[in-house]
């Protein structure tokens, strides 16, 4: 079994910065990709960005120079900065990773992301 737990959501103004963080624990961890999703009211789940186990990454369009996606192997740790936040950037954002060994994905919580104009 593998648990995540998130952190480091909340509120700031429009052009602020928050950076999220979420650890993994749990037995037999070999964690593949790690990544993180985004659900705004009223629209469907997105991907915001991927990290590899190699450090290949992958942002999406509406993201991409404003956030940066890393991770802490020796932690099982991935974080999410977010610079330069906008309005549209309020969401719950998820963590996301699949283990290596069985190809399942495994989610967080959830951490809420509100960004005043």
């Known amino acids: 079994q593998l648990q995540l737990v998130e952190s480091g959501g909340g509120l700031v103004q429009a052009g602020g910065s928050l950076r999220l963080s979420c650890a993994a624990s749990?037995?037999?961890?070999?964690?593949?990709?790690m990544g993180w999703y985004r659900q705004a009211p009223g629209k469907q789940r997105e991907l915001v960005a991927t990290?590899?186990?190699?450090?290949?990454?992958n942002y999406a369009d509406s993201v991409k120079g404003r956030f940066t996606i890393s991770r802490d192997n020796a932690k099982n740790t991935v974080y999410l900065q977010m610079n330069n936040l906008k309005p549209e950037d309020t969401a719950v954002y998820y963590c996301t990773v699949v283990k290596q060994r069985t190809g399942r994905r495994y989610w967080g919580q959830g951490t809420q992301v509100t960004v005043s104009s």
């Open positions: 990290i590899y186990t190699g450090g290949d990454t």
């Open positions: 749990g037995s037999d961890l070999s964690i593949g990709a």
